[in-house]
């Protein structure tokens, strides 16, 4: 088992959540949909607070899909201790990791394909924070 990640929509990002949680399955993590079970019209910011409660309660990366994912990053950024950064490309993805130390990754499902997600949610899961400097620059906005 790679891990567990929690993943989270609203009906602008349903069918890339879809998508997403195949592949994360495929790639051997343990995935907790948050929801919507269905594409039905949703408020995204209640399943930003979903997601964002379980990485912060678990310590586990996210994802949060929406149209443009902006939304999502906006409304997680609002809960304390989550880091949640909007990509729209591969060197986005693992710099958010590896500088920000991310722990949302939010996708535009009406932005980027399934083919340019897959390459920048494999990113995101494998890259790794490299502390250091990284980290006090962090602890200047978001202290652990
Ligand atoms: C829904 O139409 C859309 O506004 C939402 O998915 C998202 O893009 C908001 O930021």
Avoid: W
């Avoid at 069918?15 to 079970?37: H, Q, R, W």
């Avoid at 997680?76 to 958010?96: D, F, L, Q, S, V």
């Avoid at 500088?99 to 340019?116: D, K, M």
């Amino acid at each position: 088992m790679a891990g567990k990640v929690v993943i989270g929509s609203d009906h602008g990002g349903f069918s890339l959540k879809e998508f997403a949680i195949k592949l994360l399955t495929e790639m051997g993590y343990e995935v907790v949909d948050a929801g919507p079970e269905a594409p039905v019209s949703c408020d995204y910011p209640v399943y930003a607070e979903k997601v964002a409660k379980q990485v912060c309660a678990e310590n586990i990366p996210g994802i949060l899909i929406c149209g443009t994912g902006l939304g999502m990053s906006m409304a997680a950024n609002k809960h304390k201790g989550i880091r949640a950064a909007m990509c729209t490309n591969e060197y986005m993805a693992t710099m958010a990791r590896a500088h920000n130390n991310a722990n949302i990754l939010c996708l535009g499902e009406r932005v980027i394909g399934p083919g340019l997600a897959e390459s920048i949610i494999r990113a995101f899961m494998t890259s790794e924070f490299e502390g250091d400097r990284h980290l006090r620059r962090i602890n200047l906005f978001d202290p652990q």
